[in-house]
């Protein structure tokens, strides 16, 4: 399987600052990489797809880049409703084992 | 507007089998791509496996493997994910997503698997 790899898997941030968090895969997943974002006793909700794809509804703030095995999302200037746990996850159809990286936590500092 | 809609919460005992059901409304069932994906308390979330009721095979993540199954039923637009041999650490939030078999933009609320003697 291939295996998913996120850093940090905390962070302390201030409302207006500019985050980055990077997943990394064990081999390459083209553009296949998603970003969620969960908040405590919700589901996770998709913020990008394809790598960089910004799903509907989903501020403007945030974006993704990279493709092979190297990926980040970016929130551009934090919001109080960003602070939350972040997920990437591989979408590969070739390796259709859809596997999450361990989470990033961004707190408030 | 297309949603997910899971059981309830159940309560198992170590070494029995649970069976989650996850019920699609408003949208073409035969069309989606239904994955699972649970987290146990405190914990990420990891994706255990997921089908394409059109084609009808399933696959499973290498942990899950002889323990779950995953399975569609097309008449009443309800995806299944039974889990055998339970035991403690599958305590879990159990979620249903799609509707595209990758990617999730679309999940239920959940269903709190709890196992204990």
């Known amino acids: 399987d291939i295996q998913m790899t996120q850093s940090p898997s905390s962070l302390s941030a201030s409302v207006g600052d500019r985050v980055t968090i990077t997943c990394r895969a064990s081999?390459?997943?083209?553009?296949?990489l998603n970003w969620y974002q969960q908040k405590p006793g919700k589901a996770p909700r998709l913020l990008i797809y394809?790598?960089?794809s910004l799903q509907s509804g989903v501020p403007s703030r945030f974006s993704g880049s990279g493709s092979g095995t190297d990926f980040t999302l970016t929130i551009s200037s934090l919001q109080p409703e960003d602070f939350a746990t972040y997920y990437c996850q591989q979408s590969h159809s070739i390796h259709p084992m859809y596997t999450f990286g361990q989470g990033t936590k961004l707190e408030i500092k | 507007q297309v949603q997910l809609v899971q059981s309830g919460a159940e309560v198992k005992k170590p070494g029995s089998s649970v069976r989650v059901s996850c019920k699609v409304s408003g949208d073409t069932f035969s069309t989606f791509g239904f994955s699972w994906v649970r987290q146990a308390p405190g914990q990420g979330l990891e994706w255990m496996g997921r089908?394409?009721?059109?084609?009808?095979?399933?696959n499973y993540a290498q942990k899950f493997q002889g323990r779950v199954t995953i399975t569609a039923d097309e008449s009443t637009s309800t995806a299944y994910m039974e889990l055998s041999s339970l035991r403690s650490e599958d305590t879990a939030v159990y979620y249903c997503a799609g509707p595209n078999s990758g990617t999730f933009d679309l999940w239920g609320r959940g269903t709190l698997v709890t196992v204990s003697s």
């Open positions: 394809a790598a960089s």
């Open positions: 089908i394409i009721p059109i084609v009808g095979s399933a």
């Open positions: 081999q390459s997943i083209n553009y296949s």
